[in-house]
């Protein structure tokens, strides 16, 4: 139930700001392609052939979508606000002097700084809860980090790679010298709709430190921190 109800609040107001013109697909005779391809040829996203049918994807015109009497259980606004409610909560700790800040990401900050009671609570929704006291910590990019806590257990995070691919604390802090990158295999499974299947294969994982959001700041070659861009009046990015 504790799972369920996180998920619930964590992704659930995602889908008020979701586009929900979803595309179909349907199965048609080739007998009947050509008259459906001169009806809709603007709206085919993709065909595959299935012997004598075809598999077609399309998108709905306007006028089918205008037609139809459809509930729209959507609101961009709702989501939008949370978000932006979300973001008011989280510059109380990204932008206090009195807080030394190394990460945060959507509902968390790591810091060695005190924070006031009133943030803190294990019981009352909204608030933080301390997770981990740890002794030694590396952060490389959004959700790319390890944690080496006060009891010795290793956490890392690494977006994009399966937690069964063991790295260490060595393995973080080497990608903080310049131009370092780490190379890792894993099996991933991947879909196939014309041959109806689903094929498992490896795949090489690159991890490196990259300035695709806050420019990365160097000294003797060493990762040491990042800072924001800026978007000048030209619209240069410095």
């Known amino acids: ?17 979701m586009d929900d013109n979803f595309s179909e697909v349907n199965i048609i005779h080739k007998d009947y392609y050509a008259d459906f391809e001169n009806k809709f040829f603007d709206n085919i996203l993709n065909s595959q052939d299935l012997g004598d049918y075809k598999l077609i994807k399309f998108s709905k015109s306007e006028n089918q979508i205008e037609n139809e009497e459809i ?14 409610y979300a973001r008011i909560h989280m510059t109380k700790f990204k932008n206090n002097p009195k807080i030394n800040l190394y990460y945060s990401d959507t509902d968390s900050v790591y810091t060695d700084s005190d924070l006031d009671e009133s943030f803190i609570s294990k019981t009352i929704l909204g608030k933080l809860k301390l ?27 690494v977006k994009g790679l399966k937690h069964e691919i063991e790295l260490t604390m060595n393995d ?9 990158y780490l190379e890792k295999n894993q099996s991933k499974w991947f879909r196939n709709l014309s041959e109806g299947q689903i094929n ?7 991890l490196k430190v990259t300035e695709n959001k806050r420019k990365l700041i160097y000294k003797n070659s060493k990762l040491i921190g990042t800072k924001a861009y800026k978007i000048d009046k030209t619209k240069d990015i410095s």
């Open 1 to 17: 139930m504790n799972h369920i109800s996180k998920i619930l609040l964590n992704s659930l107001y995602g889908r008020f700001g």
């Open 200 to 206: 498992i294969l490896e795949q090489i994982y690159t």
């Open 172 to 180: 973080f802090e080497s990608l903080l010298n310049k131009d370092v």
């Open 131 to 157: 997770e981990n006291i740890c002794k030694k910590a590396v952060f490389l990019a959004p959700k790319v980090y390890c944690l080496l806590t006060e009891s010795d257990e290793l956490i890392y995070k």
């Open 71 to 84: 509930t729209h259980n959507v609101s961009i606004a709702i989501a939008s606000a949370i978000t932006s």
